[in-house]
């Protein structure tokens, strides 16, 4: 098939601007790594580890999986997570998804059957190197996702109940939801929340991809927009029937409340903040739904102070440092302008690095990305990209940011990943339709 150059002039290339306010997150020698060799990975997926200074003994694990066209590292730069592990003294294990589109793989019959491989065997295999490598309690391991990375945390939870105590899922569906026959990705029918069913029947598919376990059950954090057109909304409400029925408790709520505008939180089981189902309503949020780090943290229980034991090696021998640029899957991207006002009396400080990369194409459709790694030396806290296409190209849907305008676009960040620390990468991503049945190929390097 030909190849051609996604069209887009001069004067239409992605524009970064950004003022720097305050730095939000905590500051930490410790740096991402990444680890190689850790053990059964059907799927070859790339594990990148985050592990603080300061590390206690009997240390958590909690393994946050990213959305479609992300990365481990995109996540790690784009949530809170590290900066809470540096706050209270835990693990994050960030794994990526390698295949076209990088998505996980919760469809296919292998991924929904403990031990039955894809990406689930390989996920676990980063938690066993973690145990074997670290001083961890293995009492303690969480997961949680954006998602993609939301469906695969409830899969996680219904293949794997004696690992994990707890998952938070963002913009997920329920476990076995996305279950396909014919080989593809992609399940329409959950995606679109017309799958319905008893909540029996949705409590029979987690026990069933692990027949004959009687142990405890995770506890479970939900989190949805009403307004989420990719995955829709009806999929939070057949989750709570899934997960309340797993853990054989009413789906009426025991307590029901507004933690904050626009948000409606019920909990079932108990009315604490361990309940055994936690379900978070978003009125008006659509896809990009915002990572409230910190609630997934608390609702974990892992909101105690750091002790001052130090456990474990920092850095083992397989593990390489990540560079404060992204790696690409695809390898290309198109040359941006860019530029960063601060506030503080620093006259040198580097404007941001915006790349711009196709991630998956199909027909007259594909999705993308813009990654924005902060080349400076102080926080941008708050920023913007602007781009346009000349080719007919527009697009249909966002996540991890929030777009308007019509060609030009504009994206501007949520309040979750407003702040990109030195080095750091944040990342948003599209889906759009373009006017020609080839491959939209971007070329050139990332900017300054």
Not at 24 to 29: E, R
Not at 329 to 335: F, N
Not at 414 to 429: A, D, K, M, Y
Request: aromatic share 8%; with cysteine; glycine share 10%.
């Amino acid at each position: 098939m030909i190849k051609i150059i996604h069209k887009i002039t001069t004067s239409a290339l992605p524009v970064l601007t950004a003022s720097v306010l305050l730095a939000s997150l905590d500051t930490s020698a410790a740096s991402l790594r990444e680890v190689t060799g850790f053990g059964t990975n059907p799927t070859n997926l790339r594990m990148h580890l985050y592990v603080p200074d300061g590390l206690p003994n009997n240390a958590p694990i909690l393994v946050a999986n990213h959305y479609c066209t992300g990365t481990g590292p995109a996540l790690y730069s784009g949530t809170q997570f590290a900066a809470l592990a540096d706050r209270y003294g835990f693990i994050v294990i960030y794994p990526s998804a390698t295949r076209s589109g990088q998505c996980f793989d919760v469809s296919s019959a292998q991924a929904l059957r403990r031990g039955g491989g894809s990406d689930p065997v390989g996920i676990m295999s980063m938690v066993n190197y973690v145990q074997q490598n670290y001083n961890v309690d293995s009492t303690r391991i969480f997961v949680t996702g954006v998602s993609s990375g939301a469906m695969m945390t409830q899969v996680l939870l219904g293949l794997y109940p004696d690992v994990f105590k707890a998952g938070a899922s963002f913009a997920g569906v329920p476990f076995a939801c996305f279950a396909t026959t014919n080989g593809s990705t992609w399940n329409s029918d959950c995606a679109n929340g017309t799958i319905s069913r008893t909540a029996q029947q949705w409590g029979d598919l987690v026990r069933n991809a692990y027949p004959g376990y009687t142990g405890a059950r995770p506890r479970v954090q939900l989190w949805h927009g009403t307004a989420d057109t990719t995955l829709r909304y009806p999929n939070f409400n057949e989750a709570i029937k899934q997960w309340t029925n797993v853990h054989g408790i009413s789906q009426t709520p025991v307590s029901t409340d507004t933690p904050s505008s626009g948000a409606t939180r019920t909990r079932y089981g108990t009315s604490g903040g361990q309940a055994l189902v936690e379900a978070i309503s978003l009125q008006g949020t659509g896809h990009n739904i915002p990572v409230n780090a910190a609630e997934a943290i608390r609702f974990f229980g892992l909101t105690s102070p750091v002790a001052s034991s130090v456990a474990s090696s920092r850095a083992p021998a397989s593990s390489s440092a990540v560079s404060s640029s992204l790696r690409s899957s695809v390898g290309s991207s198109v040359v941006a302008t860019s530029s960063a006002r601060s506030s503080t009396a620093s006259s040198n400080a580097t404007g941001g690095n915006c790349s711009y990369v196709i991630t998956n194409n199909w027909g007259s459709g594909f999705t993308g990305a813009i990654r924005i790694t902060n080349k400076r030396t102080t926080t941008i806290n708050g920023w913007s990209v602007s781009w346009r296409y000349t080719n007919g190209t527009s697009l249909s849907g966002t996540w991890n940011a929030t777009i308007t305008g019509s060609n030009p676009y504009t994206a501007t960040n949520l309040g979750w990943n407003s702040s990109i620390q030195p080095g750091q990468t944040v990342e948003f991503g599209f889906q759009g339709n373009h006017n020609s049945a080839e491959i939209p190929v971007v070329t050139g390097a990332a900017c300054n």
